[in-house]
């Protein structure tokens, strides 16, 4: 009896270790991601220095570039993958949008930790969409792999003020260039109050501002609303809580019988 129970404990070891290096097997080694003849980190910093508005690029670390990009499991060939290669990050507009790296003391968030138990529970998992950004607001900004709609590999904005997922008809490279190039007042027509540029350029790169009454509420004005720093991950978990019951309480009135 004895033998048989150390035999299937030894199996169970076997069985767990062998599963655990099949997950791991699956990724995509760290020399094979590092595109050493075609990388798209001079075309992004071509677009980085003739930018039309304030950019910053954060300090990398190449150790911990490495090891988000193996996570990550995306090439340097990709704009995606020579930003988290080449950056910790990067500030547009003095940090109202955070371009998430590898990761910096100015922004200690990165593209695979911040994504880890939100989008993906482990390394290698398909996701519905991977997280790439955010803004001062609230606001995400996400790669959508099919959880958000058909455009896969096109970015969407979960917007505060209606908190739904909004296409932007652009993959990454193209987010980069709207980040680096548009009229960013425009696209953030109603959710900059007059003096948001003199909170803007010391705030630190994991609080974001929440408004009271809520930016979705009906007929809100944002100069007229309190704000107060939270966290962004507190702000993630919130607004997709509440994204959800929005959108169920709109399919349950839509079923409702018209009186």
Same mark, same amino acid.
């Given at each position: 009896?004895?033998?048989?129970?150390?035999?299937? /404990?030894?199996?169970?070891?076997?069985?767990?270790?062998?599963?655990?290096?099949?997950?791991?097997?699956?990724?995509?080694? =760290?020399?094979?991601? =590092?595109?050493?003849?075609?990388?798209?980190?001079?075309?992004?910093?071509?677009?980085?220095?003739?930018?039309?508005?304030?950019?910053?690029?954060?300090?990398?670390?190449?150790?911990?570039?490495?090891?988000?990009?193996?996570?990550?499991?995306?090439?340097?060939?990709?704009?995606?993958?020579?930003?988290?290669?080449?950056?910790?990050?990067?500030?547009?507009?003095?940090?109202?949008?955070?371009?998430?790296?590898?990761?910096?003391?100015?922004?200690?968030?990165?593209?695979?930790?911040?994504?880890?138990?939100?989008?993906?529970?482990?390394?290698?998992?398909?996701?519905?969409?991977?997280? =790439?950004?955010?803004?001062?607001?609230?606001?995400?900004?996400?790669?959508?792999?099919?959880?958000?709609?058909?455009?896969?590999?096109?970015?969407?904005?979960?917007?505060?003020?209606?908190?739904?997922?909004?296409?932007?008809?652009?993959?990454?490279?193209?987010?980069?260039?709207?980040?680096?190039?548009?009229?960013?007042?425009?696209?953030?027509?109603?959710?900059?109050?007059?003096?948001?540029?003199? /909170?803007?350029?010391?705030?630190?790169?994991?609080?974001?501002?929440? /408004?009271?009454?809520?930016?979705?509420?009906?007929?809100?004005?944002?100069?007229?609303?309190?704000?107060?720093?939270?966290? =962004?991950?507190?702000?993630?978990? /919130?607004?997709?809580?509440?994204?959800?019951?929005?959108?169920?309480?709109?399919?349950?009135?839509?079923?409702?019988?018209?009186?």
């Amino acid at each position: 009896m004895k033998s048989i129970t150390t035999l299937l /404990f030894i199996f169970g070891l076997t069985l767990f270790s062998l599963t655990g290096f099949s997950q791991e097997n699956k990724l995509i080694s =760290i020399e094979k991601l =590092i595109n050493k003849t075609d990388p798209a980190w001079p075309l992004v910093k071509k677009w980085i220095d003739s930018a039309k508005n304030k950019v910053e690029v954060l300090p990398v670390d190449s150790a911990k570039a490495k090891e988000v990009l193996y996570h990550t499991q995306t090439t340097t060939y990709a704009t995606l993958g020579s930003v988290i290669y080449n950056t910790g990050g990067i500030l547009v507009d003095n940090g109202w949008i955070r371009i998430l790296g590898s990761g910096s003391e100015k922004l200690n968030r990165n593209v695979a930790e911040w994504n880890k138990g939100k989008t993906l529970e482990e390394y290698g998992d398909n996701l519905p969409y991977l997280l =790439i950004a955010d803004d001062a607001v609230g606001g995400f900004f996400a790669i959508n792999y099919g959880g958000l709609g058909k455009d896969i590999k096109n970015v969407y904005y979960l917007e505060p003020n209606s908190l739904t997922w909004q296409p932007l008809g652009a993959g990454y490279g193209e987010f980069l260039i709207f980040c680096f190039d548009s009229d960013l007042s425009k696209f953030y027509k109603g959710l900059r109050w007059s003096s948001w540029d003199k /909170f803007i350029s010391n705030l630190d790169g994991n609080k974001t501002y929440s /408004f009271r009454p809520y930016l979705w509420q009906e007929g809100t004005d944002i100069e007229k609303c309190s704000r107060k720093l939270v966290g =962004i991950e507190e702000m993630y978990k /919130f607004n997709i809580m509440k994204s959800k019951e929005l959108k169920n309480e709109q399919e349950v009135k839509k079923e409702e019988p018209k009186q």
